[in-house]
């Protein structure tokens, strides 16, 4: 835990952009075509390094699973009631739309998208984190909530059991996508998708 603590500060800080910010030197925009796909991902050497076990089970064990996208970042939040989204340090964050469950087997793709060391790469970018959409995962008594940011492919993870980040750049057109199948009048995720598909 050591190493995961000044990470995901600088996460916060650095991030990643989701909305029509344009993201900066070294997200996915910076890429030209023939880059993307030639690009060879470095991965993390362990899904626990990015995700602790505890959240890892909550995720795989999960019976229930809801997302809904993610608005306004709300200042000086205090605790994970007042607001949709609460990543801890004061981040938390409005919903801009109404959660939709998933699927058995859309439950279970995400989950194998999320619970892979390969859909993960190792370095950060210079973005600002403005998360797109919130899964939250329902197993027993305990939840976790995963905030991906499509605009730079960020995620972060927090739960009643412990957190998790990731750079999911290897899986972010998929799983933009993905997301963008369960809102599919949403402007901002179909404007992602297609920002995207440019550097596929």
Known sequence: MKRFVPVLVSVLIVGCSSSSRTPTAGGPSSMTKRTAAKRIWSNPTTLDSLIQPDVQRIISRSDRVRAFLVGEMVGSVTDSISVPLYLGGGAGYEARSGSTELSRTQAEKLKTMLLDVHSYQ??????????????????????????????????????????????FDPIGLDLTHFTADLFPQDTVLKSLVKRHEVYR
């Open 122 to 167: 190792r370095f950060a970018k210079e973005c600002i984190f403005e998360p797109t959409v919130g899964y939250v995962f329902y197993s027993g008594s305990d939840s976790a909530k995963a905030a991906l940011c499509f605009g730079c492919f960020d995620m972060i993870m927090v739960s009643n059991r412990g957190r998790g980040w990731g750079h």
